[in-house]
C-alpha cells in the first residue's frame, strides 16, 4: 500500500488552476492535463490515477502540454502523470465506482443527491449562478440571505491571507446581505425548482422583529424552499437586533425559531455563531424554539491585515475600515471543535448538523461528517476555485466510501466523536513516537534543527554529510521537526517507547 498523499499541491504550486486550460487543448493523447491537475491539488490523487488509460502515452511523449502552459515548463505536468503512473496507480485498492449512490444523503428527510451544498453567500446570489451549480453537480443551495431591508455594499469588501503558492488560506469579507428584493428572490426560487426539481433550495432569512422572521419563512416556503435557515450569525449585520448578535442571546434565539416555525411546516435550521465561548446555549435554544436542525460555523469576526503606513486595515474604504468575517481553510479546527460539541450534546441528538466552515477539499468534508455533522455547506473555496471543485468533491468522497466498504456517507456520521476529548485530561503521556528521517528524499536543508533548536529540545544535529541525526535521550515526541520539513522527509515511528521517569 503506498503512503497517502504521495503527490502534493506543492509538487505543482505554479498550476494557475486556469480557465478553459492551454495545456488540455495541446495534449496529443487528450488525457485532460488539467483535470488531473486539479484532482491533485485537492487530494483527490487515487481517483485521477485510476482514470489515467492501461497504456503509458506520457512515456515517449515530448509534453506540448508544459510548452503551451501560461508559465512555460513551470509545471511538471508530464513528471506528475508519470509519477501517477507508476507511483499510485500500481498500488489502488479498487476500481472506479460504477455510481454515486452512497453520497445519497437527506436533509432533515428531504433527499439530497450528494451531502456538498452552496452556504448562504454571493456564490448562491442569482438564478444563474445557482442554475450554473446545480448543473456542475451541487446537490443544493443555501440562497444568499434574504430581508427586508436596504442593502448597499462597500466596495472593496474583500481581503486574504496567502500561502507561497497564491492560494487564499485565510478570507475576510464584510459583504451584507442579498441586494435583490424579496420578489426578485421569490422570482429565482420558483424558476430554480421548475428548472431543478430534485436540487435542495435552503432559504437562508433575516428579520428584524418576530412579525419579519414569521413572515419570510411563510413566503419562501410558499415559493419553493425546501426548508428554512435562519441567519442568527452574521458579523456584518452588527446593528442592535441582527446578525451575529442574535446568536449570542439564546433566548432571541428560541423567540425567533419559534416564530419561523409557526409559519412553516419545512424544517428549519438556526445557522449560528461562533463569536461565542460554546455554542450549545444557542443551539438549545434553537431546539427548544422548534428547530430541526443547526448550521455552523458563520465567519468569526476579524480584523486582517494593517497597513504599517496608513495604520488601515484591508479592505478599506476611503480610508475606512471595520470587523468583518473570517473564513477559508484556515478556520476549519475552530468549525470542527463546534462541530464537535454539537453533536456530543446528547439534547441535541436528534437535529440535522449542516456543517461547514473551510471546506475545500473531500477530506475536509470527510471530517466534518465523521465529527457529526450530516450535510456540507461550503463557498470560500468555490470562491476561489469556482464550481468545478464539486467534481473532485463527490468523486473523492465516493472512491473513500468504496474502498472502506461503507454502504452510505450518512455511515459516517459521527464515527470519529469517541476519539475527541474537550481536555487533554485523557492523553496517555508514558510513551514517545519519535521521528523517523527518509534520507533518500532529505536534502539537508536542516529546518529541521533549526526548528528543534529554538522552539523545540534540542535534541537534532546535521552530520558530516548534513544528514539530521536524533538525539533519542533529548527528543519528546513533539513532531515540530516534521511540520516543518520542506521536504516531507520525516515520518513517525510505528513503535512508542516508554518514557523513563
Known amino acids: 500500500m503506498k503512503p497517502k498523499n504521495t503527490i502534493r499541491r506543492s ?10 486550460p492551454v495545456c488540455d487543448k495541446k495534449c496529443p493523447h487528450n488525457l485532460q492535463p488539467a483535470k488531473i491537475l486539479r484532482s491533485l491539488w485537492f487530494g483527490n490523487e487515487d481517483f485521477a490515477a485510476a482514470t489515467l488509460p492501461a497504456d503509458n502515452l506520457c512515456s515517449n511523449c515530448t509534453a506540448p502540454c508544459e510548452t503551451a502552459c501560461l508559465r512555460p515548463h513551470a509545471v511538471p505536468i508530464k513528471n506528475l502523470i508519470m509519477r501517477l503512473k507508476k507511483e499510485v496507480a500500481p498500488c489502488l485498492e479498487i476500481s472506479l465506482p460504477t455510481d454515486e449512490s452512497k453520497l445519497q444523503t437527506d436533509l432533515c428527510g428531504i433527499p439530497l443527491e450528494n451531502p456538498f451544498l452552496l452556504s448562504s453567500s454571493v456564490v448562491a446570489s442569482t438564478y444563474d449562478m445557482c442554475a450554473r451549480a446545480f448543473a456542475a453537480g451541487w446537490a443544493g443551495a443555501a440562497f444568499k440571505t434574504i430581508c427586508n431591508f436596504p442593502i448597499h455594499e462597500a466596495s472593496p469588501r474583500f481581503s486574504a491571507i496567502k500561502g507561497s503558492d497564491g492560494s487564499i488560506i485565510g478570507f475576510k469579507n464584510i459583504e451584507q446581505l442579498s441586494d435583490h428584493s424579496v420578489p426578485e428572490n421569490m422570482a429565482i426560487f420558483r424558476r430554480l425548482k421548475k428548472d431543478y ?19 419570510l419563512a411563510h413566503t419562501c416556503q410558499e415559493n419553493g424552499a425546501d426548508a428554512i435557515e435562519l441567519n442568527f450569525s452574521c458579523p456584518n449585520m452588527m446593528e442592535e437586533g441582527l446578525g451575529s448578535d ?3 442571546i439564546p433566548e432571541l434565539v428560541e423567540r425567533f425559531t419559534a416564530a419561523a416555525k409557526k409559519a412553516t411546516t419545512i424544517p428549519v435550521l438556526a445557522k449560528l455563531t461562533p463569536n461565542v465561548a460554546t455554542m450549545s446555549p444557542a443551539a438549545e435554544a434553537a431546539l427548544r424554539g422548534g428547530a430541526d436542525g443547526i448550521a455552523a460555523i458563520n465567519t468569526i469576526k476579524s480584523i486582517m491585515n494593517v497597513n504599517p503606513h496608513t495604520y488601515i486595515s484591508s479592505p478599506a474604504v476611503r480610508g475606512q475600515s471595520a ?3 473570517y473564513s477559508g481553510n484556515a478556520v476549519k479546527p475552530i468549525a470542527l471543535r463546534f462541530i464537535a460539541e454539537l453533536a456530543k450534546n446528547p439534547h441535541l441528538k436528534n437535529l440535522h448538523i449542516s456543517g461547514m466552515g473551510g471546506i475545500e477539499t473531500w477530506q475536509d468534508g470527510l471530517e466534518f461528517l465523521l465529527l457529526g455533522a450530516n450535510s456540507l455547506q461550503v463557498t470560500t473555496a468555490v470562491m476561489q476555485y469556482g464550481y468545478r471543485i464539486i467534481e473532485d468533491l463527490k468523486t473523492g ?3 473513500y466510501l468504496q474502498q ?10 459521527g464515527l470519529a466523536l469517541d476519539s475527541v476529548s ?11 513516537l519519535f521521528p523517523q528521517f527518509d534520507y533518500s528524499t532529505c536534502l539537508g536543508c536542516g529546518r529541521c534543527v533549526i526548528s528543534c533548536a529554538d522552539g523545540g529540545h534540542q535534541a537534532i544535529h546535521l552530520n558530516e554529510k548534513r544528514q539530521p541525526i536524533l538525539n533519542g535521550k533529548k527528543c519528546v515526541g513533539c513532531h515540530l521537526c516534521r511540520l516543518v520539513c520542506p521536504t516531507h522527509s520525516i515520518i513517525t515511528a510505528k513503535k512508542r517507547i516508554s518514557r523513563k521517569h
Do not use: H
Open 11 to 20: 509538487d505543482m504550486q505554479n498550476c494557475m488552476l486556469c480557465a478553459s
Open 197 to 215: 426539481p430534485t436540487k435542495f433550495i435552503l432559504a437562508s432569512i433575516m428579520g428584524q422583529n418576530e412579525a419579519e422572521w414569521e413572515d
Open 246 to 248: 442574535i446568536g449570542q
Open 323 to 325: 470587523v468583518g468575517g
Open 397 to 399: 468522497l465516493n472512491y
Open 404 to 413: 472502506k466498504g461503507f454502504r452510505s456517507v450518512k455511515e459516517l456520521t
Open 422 to 432: 474537550d481536555t487533554t485530561d485523557i492523553l496517555e503521556r508514558d510513551t514517545i
